[in-house]
């Protein structure tokens, strides 16, 4: 059984329609993750879930009751925020019992509590300080646990980690994942981070514009994206994006790539019509020294990352192309390549940006 459920949910604040009909199933212990660009409407849709916003129109439910009209203090939802205003005056124990208190839980369940989610996040020796005393890390544990007192259905973070530097946020999210383990709860969480959401999610959510454009599991998102907006916003370094024109070749559909020295390629979209427009996208990673398909690039600019390399490539003066290669040290800009492929991870998309298959 689903255990949250959106059917046609919308918000409009005046005439000005954010979110424009999602529909969305999330399992019991399910882990959603929702990507988008700035704006498409993630914490807004959050805010929904939580009650702090009204719903337009459309149902949310929760274990098949009806939440819309539910104050959010009894739909068994806690959030966690970006800026988790932590009490200044107030120890770690007083602030992860704060909300109990407020509810009237009786003295002995707040120590309980409290004490089972310090244990939880390894607040133990720390439940004395005030939050001054604290690292950012500390502090981030200290705003998840004021949640997890609170035995919620369901969790929702807003973006919890972008406020923590780059390593602190690498063990946060390890944490993060460990408690989900720990838990099992359901948890929904909006980040712009692409490894956090391919990392953390049974799911992902991608929106775009108050749609949801795609869901998935990440690797199905990665491998199977349904249009060229999820092709280009899952995967980062991006996919690179090149124009072909599909033609009949002697063995079925090709693609011809002008901006590529025409170099053609054979494609397996039987739905690409031959003599129309066509995207073809394929990974950095996709590209090497084997494979039946290739591209003459010149290379504009190297990072090398130790690693990897990230190379930027180029057919005369056409479109940018990323190539991830483990064995480019001995790359140098100026140099020239034949970027090999193998034609099968070749991703085709229409002109209005729908996938072909
Ligand atoms: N109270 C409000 N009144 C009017 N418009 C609003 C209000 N709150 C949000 N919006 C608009 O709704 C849209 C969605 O906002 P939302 O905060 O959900 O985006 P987001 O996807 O969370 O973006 P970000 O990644 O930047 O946090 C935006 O265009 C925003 O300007
Ligand atoms: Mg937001």
Redesign the pocket.
């Known amino acids: 059984m689903s255990e949250l459920q959106l059917k046609h949910v919308r918000k409009s604040?005046g005439t000005?329609e954010?979110i424009k009909g999602v529909d969305l199933d999330i399992k019991t212990g399910e882990f959603v993750v929702f990507v988008?660009p700035?704006?498409?409407?993630?914490?807004?849709?959050l805010r929904m879930i939580a009650g702090l916003e009204e719903i337009t129109s459309g149902d949310l439910t929760i274990d098949g009751e009806r939440m819309n009209d539910v104050d959010p203090s009894k739909r068994g939802i806690a959030m966690v925020f970006q800026s988790y205003a932590l009490y200044p005056h107030m120890t770690v124990r007083e602030n992860m019992g704060f909300a109990l208190r407020f509810a009237g839980v009786p003295k002995a369940e707040i120590e309980q509590r409290v004490g089972e989610a310090a244990n939880i996040l390894e607040l133990g020796p720390l439940l004395d300080r005030k939050p001054k005393q604290l690292s950012g890390g500390q502090r981030q544990r200290v705003a998840i646990g004021r949640a997890i007192v609170r035995h919620p259905k369901i969790f929702l973070f807003d973006?919890p980690l972008s406020n923590l530097d780059a390593e602190l946020r690498v063990h946060m999210r390890i944490e993060i994942a460990r408690l989900h383990k720990k838990l099992a709860t359901t948890i929904i969480y909006?980040t712009?981070d692409q490894v956090e959401a391919m990392t953390l999610a049974d799911k992902i959510v991608v929106?775009r514009g108050g749609v949801v454009e795609q869901v998935g599991s990440p690797l199905d998102l990665y491998d199977d994206p349904a249009n060229l907006f999820v092709a280009g916003f899952i995967g980062s370094p991006k996919m690179n994006f090149l124009k072909g024109v599909v033609e009949t070749g002697t063995d079925g559909r090709q693609v011809r790539l002008p901006e590529f020295g025409n170099a053609t390629l054979p494609i397996a979209a039987k739905e690409a019509a031959p003599g129309s427009t066509v995207t073809i996208g394929i990974r950095p990673e996709h590209f090497g020294e084997t494979g039946s398909a290739s591209l003459d690039l010149t290379i504009d600019m190297l990072e090398h990352l130790g690693g990897e390399t990230f190379a930027y490539a180029r057919h005369g003066d056409g479109e940018m192309i990323i190539i991830e290669t483990k064995n480019g040290r001995g790359l140098k800009s100026g140099d020239s390549i034949a970027a090999h492929f193998d034609p099968a991870a070749a991703l085709v998309f229409d002109a209005g940006g729908q996938r072909l298959r």
């Open positions: 604040y000005f954010v988008g700035s704006g498409c409407g993630k914490s807004t849709l973006e909006v712009h929106m």
